[in-house]
Every structure is written in structure tokens, then in C-alpha cells.
């Protein structure tokens, strides 16, 4: 009997299996191209690149190199000036929207890397608790004379104010987030009467707000450039006319301002709460 029963059970155990891999045949001979295409795409799931058939996002538009030319030479003229010329608030406004056309999706970031390269916040801004920044109650632009000072310096620790530290490394200017170059002046030469020697003035796209970086030794960058965040855009210096006597201590100076009215903004709570960077790390 018990081999009876043996017997009935090999017998059902063949037949269920011939009809699985007769139904697998039969799904196969229906579609010949469905098991490579099974394999393929299996493959590409697991070696982490999408089939064949996943959409791509657009690539960002080109910038329009011409109306940055032209916003650069007016925020020049605006400094010159030294008055809130509505002419060249236009040309520097029409290089806000070039940048805004080519920037794509750019998120604001929920933390700013510090721009100055291996420094701690409560070290380097300089005031107590953001005192370094004073701003005229009514003021039109940044391009006005005014009293008092909307920006904040920050710091370095150099040695015998050299710009280096004791390592002889130098300070490099740090992207405070994604962003895009709105204008980069290089070429500042002792005798120069601009006060903010060489700098980068960045475009901070998701929150419409320009940072201004100036007496740097050095720029990197270049107009129409997209930055990401922490990325170098020059080297901390003492370029600029009131920056250059070794009374001043090195420092780099980061004014920020909206990108409608240009009037200035106090960017100490982010700068507070900003991130220590080292380039490469």
C-alpha cells in the first residue's frame, strides 16, 4: 500500500512539472524577444541605470553671455557712481533674468556652507552676535553712499596678515550655496580706488538673492558660470582700497542683496548656523 501510495506521488510530481515548464515554453514561443528583455532590463534595475525607456530631464538652457558682458560693465559704472542710476539697475536687472532663464531647478539649501574655507562661524564674523552689519534705515541700493555697513566682514586666521595661515594654505571663498555668476572682476592692482578690489557677485536663484564677494587675491570663476555649493570661487585677499593697508585684517567681505530692489539683506542668522567647509573634503 505504502508503495502504492510512492508511486502516485512521483507520477503527479512529473506531470505538475512538465506543466510549468510546457506553460514557461509556451509564453516564451508567444513573444521569443520577452525573456532577453526580461534579462536586460533586470540587469540595468540592479546595476542602477533605468531601461531604456525612462524620460530624461532637459539639459538647462545656455546663458545669455551678452546681457551679463552688459551687467557687469553697469554694476562697474553703479560703483563709479556711486547713486542708484535706474539705467544701469535695468542692465543689471536684465542679467538677473539671463541667469534666471538658464538656471533650471535649483532648490534653496536647508544649511549654507560658511564662505570661508576652513572657519568656524563664531570665529570668524566678525561684531558681536552679527553687530558687524549696519544698515542706513532708508537706503535705495547698494550702489549709494551710505552710512554704516551692510555686510558682514568675515575673518581669517592668517599670520602677520598675509592671507595664509600657518600652514602657508591659503583662505579659498566658498559658495554659500547653488548658485550661478552674476558678474566676476579680477585684475584689482594696488592704487585702484575701487573699495571692493576683485570679486564675485553670485546669484542665488532659488531664493532671488545676490551675494556679493569681495577683496579676493584671486577669482575662479566666470560670468554666466553655475556653482554648486562649497564649490571655490577664489582665494580670501586684501584687495581693494581700503583692504590693502595691513591695518586692516584680512578678511572677507560678504554684503547679499535681493535681486529686485538690490537693497541689502543681514544674512547673520544663516551664516550662524552655516556649515565649516575644507575644498576637496
Known amino acids: ?40 532590463t533586470l540587469q540595468e534595475t540592479s546595476s542602477g541605470q ?40 535695468a542692465l543689471l536687472s536684465a542679467g538677473v533674468a539671463a541667469l534666471d532663464a538658464c538656471a533650471g531647478n535649483v532648490k534653496p539649501a536647508e544649511r549654507w556652507v560658511f564662505p570661508v574655507a576652513r572657519s568656524e562661524p563664531s570665529k570668524s564674523i566678525g561684531g558681536t552676535n552679527g553687530s558687524g552689519y549696519q544698515r542706513a534705515r532708508h537706503l535705495p541700493c547698494f550702489a549709494t553712499k551710505y552710512p554704516g555697513h551692510p555686510a558682514h566682514d568675515l575673518f581669517v586666521g592668517d599670520v602677520h596678515p598675509t592671507g595664509r595661515d600657518r600652514d602657508g594654505k591659503p583662505f579659498e571663498a566658498l559658495a554659500v550655496e547653488d548658485g550661478l555668476v552674476l558678474v566676476a572682476r579680477d585684475g584689482w592692482q594696488p592704487g585702484d580706488p575701487a573699495k571692493g578690489g576683485n570679486y564675485v557677485l553670485l546669484y542665488l536663484p532659488a531664493r532671488r538673492w545676490i551675494a556679493y564677494y569681495a577683496h579676493l587675491e584671486s577669482v575662479a570663476v566666470k560670468a554666466g558660470e553655475r556653482i554648486a555649493a562649497g564649490q571655490v570661487l577664489g582665494i580670501v585677499g586684501r584687495t581693494g582700497k581700503n583692504a590693502e593697508p595691513r591695518r586692516s585684517p584680512t578678511h572677507l567681505h560678504l554684503g547679499l542683496w535681493d535681486a529686485e530692489h538690490f537693497r541689502p539683506i543681514n544674512s547673520y542668522p544663516l551664516l550662524q548656523a552655516a556649515r565649516t567647509a575644507t575644498p576637496g573634503e
Open 1 to 40: 500500500m505504502a508503495r502504492a501510495r510512492a508511486l502516485i506521488s512521483l507520477v503527479l510530481g512529473a506531470a505538475l512539472g512538465l506543466s510549468a515548464s510546457a506553460a514557461g515554453q509556451a509564453d516564451v514561443g508567444a513573444n521569443p524577444d520577452a525573456g532577453e528583455q526580461a534579462d536586460a
Open 50 to 89: 533605468q531601461p531604456s525607456n525612462a524620460s530624461e530631464a532637459p539639459a538647462p538652457a545656455a546663458c545669455d553671455l551678452q546681457a551679463l558682458q552688459a551687467a557687469a560693465e553697469a554694476d562697474w559704472r553703479l560703483r563709479e557712481k556711486e547713486w542708484c542710476d535706474p539705467e544701469e539697475l
